[in-house]
C-alpha cells in the first residue's frame, strides 16, 4: 500500500529566511509526487509533481521541490519565504503499480507553515 | 478553462438527514474524486468516478455513495448523517488517463451536521 508522512505538524519560520517542508513516502513502483496548498476555507492548490527525470522539479509561487529517492524523500523548498506563503501544505503520492491500472491519490496529514513578519 | 465548481458551499443539515453535494469538473476531465478533509482525519479518499463508473473506493461507510452523469458531473450522497460526517467536502477532477495526471480540487462544500 502507499503512503505518505509529514512529520511536521508546523513549521515557523521568518520572512525572508529559507524554508523547508518535508515529506517522505512509500509505494511498491515508482512513485508519482505531488505537493499542494491550502489556504483558509479554500480547496487545494497544486504546486508542482515530480514524475521522472531532473531531481529537482520547479512549481508555482517560487517552490520547489527535491526528490530524494534513496531517502524516499520529497521535500518542498522555498528560498524567501514571504508571510502571504503561511498556509497548510499537503505531500501526496501515487503508485506506479496497481493492479486494476489506476491508482488514487495518498495524502499525508498536512503541515501548517507559519511565516512570521 | 473554468476550474472545478462545488455546490453548495455551505450546508447545515441535522441528524439523520441526508445530503447531495455536486460538483462540475474542468472541461474535458473525465475522473471526479471526492475527498472528506477533517482536523482529526486529515484529508480520505471516498470514491472515484471516471466515465459515469467507479473505479476507486475509499474506506467509508455504505450511507456515502456517488455517481457521475453523461457530462461528468458528479454527485455525493450521504444518508442518515451523523454528527461525525460534519467536515469540509472537497471534489478533484482530472482528465483521468494516466497516473500521472494532475487532480484540481474545487472549493470544497463545508457541511456542518447539528
Given at each position: 500500500a502507499q503512503s505518505v508522512a509529514q512529520p511536521e505538524d508546523q513549521v515557523n519560520v521568518a520572512e525572508g529566511n529559507p524554508l523547508t517542508v518535508k515529506c517522505t513516502y512509500s509505494v511498491s513502483g515508482n512513485p508519482y509526487l505531488f505537493w499542494y496548498v491550502q489556504y483558509p476555507n479554500r480547496g487545494l492548490q497544486f504546486l508542482l509533481k515530480y514524475i521522472?527525470?531532473?531531481?529537482l522539479v520547479k512549481g508555482s509561487y517560487g517552490f520547489e521541490a527535491e526528490f530524494n529517492k534513496s531517502q524516499t524523500s520529497f521535500h518542498l523548498k522555498k528560498p524567501s519565504a514571504l508571510v502571504s506563503d503561511s498556509a497548510l501544505y499537503f505531500c501526496a503520492v501515487r503508485d506506479s503499480v496497481k493492479n486494476s491500472g489506476y491508482s488514487t491519490l495518498t495524502f499525508g496529514k498536512g503541515t501548517m507553515l507559519l511565516v512570521s513578519p | 478553462k473554468a476550474g472545478v465548481t462545488q455546490t453548495p458551499r455551505y450546508l447545515i443539515k441535522t441528524r439523520g438527514q441526508q445530503v447531495t453535494l455536486s460538483c462540475s469538473p474542468i472541461s474535458g476531465h473525465r475522473s471526479v474524486s471526492w475527498y472528506q478533509q477533517t482536523p482529526g482525519q486529515g484529508l480520505q479518499f471516498l470514491f472515484e468516478y471516471f466515465s459515469e463508473t467507479q473505479r476507486n473506493k475509499g474506506n467509508?461507510?455504505?450511507r456515502f455513495s456517488g455517481r457521475q452523469f453523461s457530462n461528468s458531473r458528479s454527485e455525493m450522497n450521504v444518508s442518515t448523517l451523523e454528527l461525525g460526517d460534519s467536515a469540509l467536502y472537497l471534489c478533484a477532477s482530472s482528465s483521468g488517463q494516466l497516473s500521472t495526471d494532475t487532480q484540481y480540487f474545487g472549493p470544497g462544500t463545508r457541511l456542518t451536521v447539528l
Open positions: 521522472t527525470g531532473d531531481n | 467509508f461507510p455504505g
